[in-house]
């Protein structure tokens, strides 16, 4: 068997994990969700999750990533046997190569688009769009969904950041993604930080955005939509579920403590989210646009806070260019230390399964995403990365969350999985946590799946609210969702057998 | 913002500063030991 990767620093494993779940959701998605689902009232539900949910799946990602990684396997096809001796549950494990690599196809093109508006901050182009009018007429033409416009600088920016990210992926574990994390995490915070000072000092207005966002509304509790959003928010935030997390802590050795490194990255992301995310974007706009204004744009929806309204009231304040580069700066960073890591679960699975080299491994995957990616970019506007967001980066996410609880805790067992988690912790988990594990996580789960499904999951799947023009493209995205994943299952076959005939696998 | 809002903002920030501070202490004081 070839020798695995193995990270640097314990630091570096941590800021990795940490880079992985830092995304978009922190600064966007976090303050919208809060404000109107009940402000201050909505921190007891999300506390609650993730204390219930958020930090024991946390923990049971890593357990089952190292317990893996002991094999030489970093991915769930070939550990998920190791926890149940059933050979059938190697195709429950698809999901987690399949999820992150579909979601790498379309998060690596609005990665790109940071990219590409932390440019135009950077010239100048931006501030000359003043009104929120302007900035939604420029996003459309970038996106080639305005009449005559094209995707030709939009194509440009992907092609940089694409390439920025398969050096890094190329480069491993090591030398690439933990380089990357060691240094972008730092500048993230200091960048975060900065404009947070600007954004505070922007007047009284900012006051309103903060009792927005943190006035309690307490009626809100006894909503079932609440508790279901702050449980999706603490999922959605710490990337588990995904199988990132899974194949990363496969490349720990068995002595590391997993415990407090679980805890030290999502503390981390909850740092980056609720302190900083929770205090940028809400008080600009009510600062900017005035409670009205800042209230509509809330309503607009997280991305459109981002690419408009942010752009737009940085570009009417002092030093508004340098902190417009800034916020797409920071985005773009908490992009790429998340795109990075989604395509690790494929790559660890062709080097592991295959004996393939890394970088021919990197390099074969890097081909078939590029390949894949030209879908999500040329078939925008006919809602095709929706579709994908949908499957890989929700519905996949809660499925696998629940699979991975169930082996791990029900199948595996409590005592083993207890055992495993604290080898080699200073940190004891309370032992609360072994009736949570049992019993809350997996009951919080079927509470958010199943009620998604009632709101959300149902309608979707039935093409509610599609466009009659678009139900022939959503329909050839499930067509090709459905023949990846086979693709993938063939290959998980293929290796199993392979390792079957040369007596690795009994 | 209200005595609420403020409670509620200023419980949350102190639980998760004191938590990141603290899991960032243990981890740095707590023995190197090879990746």
């Known amino acids: ?506 | 913002m209200t005595l609420y809002g403020w409670l509620f903002m200023g419980v949350s920030w102190i639980l998760i500063i004191g938590l990141t501070v603290f899991c960032f202490y243990r981890v740095l004081v707590e023995k190197e030991e090879d990746l």
């Open chain 1, 1 to 506: 068997m070839t020798q695995r990767e193995k990270w640097g620093t314990k630091l570096g494993v941590i800021m990795a994990v940490a880079g992985s779940a830092v995304g978009l959701g922190n600064f966007l998605r976090f303050p919208v969700q809060a404000a109107q689902h009940g402000g201050g009232a909505f921190m007891i539900p999300y506390f609650l999750a993730f204390i219930l949910l958020g930090i024991p799946l946390m923990w049971i990602e890593w357990a089952i990533g190292r317990h893996g990684g002991l094999f030489g396997h970093g991915t769930a096809p070939f550990i998920f046997p190791r926890l149940a001796q059933n050979r059938f549950v190697k195709y429950l494990g698809v999901i987690g190569i399949f999820g992150p690599l579909v979601i790498f196809i379309y998060y690596i093109y609005i990665e790109s688009w940071l990219l590409g508006y932390a440019f135009f901050a950077l010239t100048g182009k931006l501030l000359s769009l003043a009104t929120p009018e302007s900035m939604t007429g420029f996003l459309l033409a970038y996106q080639g969904l305005a009449p005559g416009s094209n995707i030709l600088t939009a194509y440009f920016f992907f092609l940089v950041t694409f390439v920025l990210n398969g050096l890094i992926i190329y480069r491993g574990i090591r030398g690439g993604i933990e380089k990357l994390c060691n240094i972008a995490m730092p500048l993230l915070f200091t960048f975060a930080l900065i404009i947070l000072l600007r954004v505070l000092s922007m007047g009284p207005g900012v006051l309103d955005g903060l009792g927005f966002l943190w006035n309690p509304d307490f009626s809100a509790l006894v909503d079932a939509k609440v508790w279901l959003a702050a449980a999706g928010q603490v999922l959605f935030t710490l990337s588990v579920g995904i199988g990132v997390i899974m194949t990363y802590a496969s490349y720990l050795s068995h002595g590391d403590d997993i415990v407090l490194s679980g805890l030290t990255a999502a503390s981390t992301n909850e740092s980056a989210e609720v302190v900083l995310g929770g205090s940028i974007v809400i008080p600009a706009a009510f600062a900017f646009l005035g409670v009205a204004g800042a209230q509509a744009a809330a309503r607009s929806g997280a991305f459109n806070l981002g690419f408009v309204t942010m752009p737009v009231i940085f570009g009417h304040i002092p030093f508004g260019q340098i902190i417009s580069f800034l916020w797409f700066a920071l985005l773009f960073l908490a992009g790429i230390t998340s795109s990075v890591s989604l395509m690790e679960p494929a790559v660890a699975f062709v080097r592991d399964e295959f004996r393939v080299e890394r970088k021919i491994a990197a390099k074969r995957l890097l081909l078939l995403t590029f390949v894949l990616c030209q879908f999500p970019i040329m078939f925008l506007g006919q809602g095709v990365l929706d579709e994908l967001d949908f499957w890989a980066g929700t519905f996949c996410l809660v499925v696998f969350a629940t699979i991975e609880v169930f082996l791990f805790i029900w199948v595996f067992g409590m005592d083993k999985a207890w055992t495993e988690m604290h080898h080699g912790a200073e940190l004891k988990i309370p032992r609360v946590y072994r009736f949570i594990m049992k019993y809350i996580t997996p009951a919080f789960l079927l509470f958010v799946l199943v009620f998604w499904f009632i709101q959300q999951g149902w309608a979707t799947i039935l093409m509610q609210g599609v466009g009659e023009a678009n139900r022939p493209y959503v329909l050839a995205t499930r067509i090709g969702l459905i023949v990846l994943f086979a693709g993938i299952a063939y290959f998980v076959r293929k290796a199993w057998y392979n390792q079957k005939i040369s007596g690795e696998i009994t």
